[in-house]
């Protein structure tokens, strides 16, 4: 079992940009993938990227604006969150499972989770 654990959530200005590290409890095979979830709302998809860090795939709301990244010498996958706004206030969710990357990342897919983390993005 993989244990997993966000960091680096907290307040921004709008156009401000913000770093989410996701630590692994032990080296990872697995696929990774960021997700938020807003109150009453479903959990929605943001970033994945492939086990060893070559392939990534983005949800058209964060494309250009954030960047997921790996490091297994650490057992961490980074998401980098530039161009912040408002909309993107809310709990974000580190995820893991050992399935192919693909265009199609629902939370339904996703075996381990960890606790979340909260940014607030300030007009």
């Known amino acids: 079992q993989v244990r997993l654990v966000e960091s680096g959530g907290g307040l921004v200005q709008t156009g401000g940009s913000l770093r989410l590290s996701c630590a692994a409890s032990a080296r990872t095979f697995s696929t990774v993938g960021w997700f938020r979830q807003a109150p009453g709302k479903e959990r929605e998809f943001v970033a994945a990227?492939?086990?060893?860090?070559?392939?990534?795939v983005y949800a058209n709301a964060v494309k250009g604006r954030f960047t997921i990244s790996a490091d297994n010498k650490k057992n961490t996958r980074t998401l980098q969150m530039d161009s912040l706004n408002p909309e993107d206030t809310t709990v974000y969710y580190c995820a893991a499972a050992p399935i192919t990357l693909s265009t199609s990342m629902s939370a339904t897919r996703f075996e381990y989770w960890g606790q979340g983390t909260q940014f607030t993005v300030s007009t």
């Open positions: 990227i492939s086990p060893n860090g070559g392939s990534t």
